[in-house]
């Protein structure tokens, strides 16, 4: 018998990724099975190990896929400047807006066309919010460049303040953000405005100002010319 070719082989793939995004975000990661994952995906539940290792691998590498499924925006930007850079405070306090304006990008770009699409959303937000000691590997990956990012350009912004405050800055800077988007439904329910926000500029031009504000930086914000 020959052996399946790899476009066949890259078609089961996805296709147990995709039933595994449906099942694992609507059981989780205890509550799903194997086999049903294989039903979905009209596989045979033994191309799980042969993939993907086994259920804990195929956890991680479905919510890979969901990072997988956009571009970002945030990868997208030019790095970070060094502290003894020409300009190093003018270049960090611009690539402060540019972040936070990706970063919200990345977050409210998230597509929901399909059911696969919802579900991937579904599961990576309660993954942020309870993460399952099987997924920390994941996350951890996918956060680190974030994180690392802004403390990056708070390091030039705050020189005064050790690492530690400049970690709880940074928290707040991309808790705000997160707490948004994970609490949508619930803040449109409470506007009473089930298409907020619809000015996404202004939305993101109030975490700009929201947050270097907070980090005490005048010079952010010039006086409008007379």
């Given amino acids: 018998m020959a052996p399946p070719s790899l476009d066949l082989t890259q078609d089961t793939r996805h296709r147990l990724l995709e039933a595994a995004l449906l099942v694992f975000a609507e059981k989780g990661y205890d ?9 979905r995906a ?6 799980v190990t042969y993939h993907f290792g086994g259920k804990e691998g195929l956890y991680r590498e479905a919510l890979r896929s969901i990072h997988d499924r956009k571009v970002s925006a945030v990868a997208g930007l030019p ?16 690539g402060m807006k540019d972040y936070i304006r990706a970063f919200v990008t990345d977050l409210m770009s998230c597509p929901a066309e399909s059911e696969v699409d919802a579900a991937a959303m579904a599961l990576i937000g309660r993954e942020i919010q309870m993460p399952h000691p099987v997924s920390a590997p994941v996350l951890v990956e996918f956060a680190r460049p974030y994180m690392e990012r802004v ?13 530690e405050a400049r970690l709880r800055a940074t ?17 449109r329910l409470l506007s009473g405005d ?5 000015d996404l500029e202004a939305l993101i031009q109030h975490f700009i100002a929201f947050s270097l504000r907070g980090l005490g930086l005048p010079e952010a914000f010039p006086p409008p010319r007379s």
Avoid: M, V
């Fill in 79 to 94: 790095p970070p400047p060094e502290p003894g850079d020409p300009g190093a405070r003018e270049t960090a306090i611009q």
């Fill in 171 to 187: 928290l707040s800077i991309q808790g705000q953000i997160l707490h948004f988007r994970n609490s949508l439904g619930f803040i």
């Fill in 151 to 163: 403390l990056a350009l708070l390091r030039i912004l705050c020189p005064g303040e050790d690492d």
């Fill in 31 to 39: 509550g799903a099975g194997i086999r049903e994952i294989a039903q």
């Fill in 194 to 198: 089930p298409e907020f926000p619809k």
């Fill in 42 to 47: 009209q596989a045979n539940s033994a191309l």
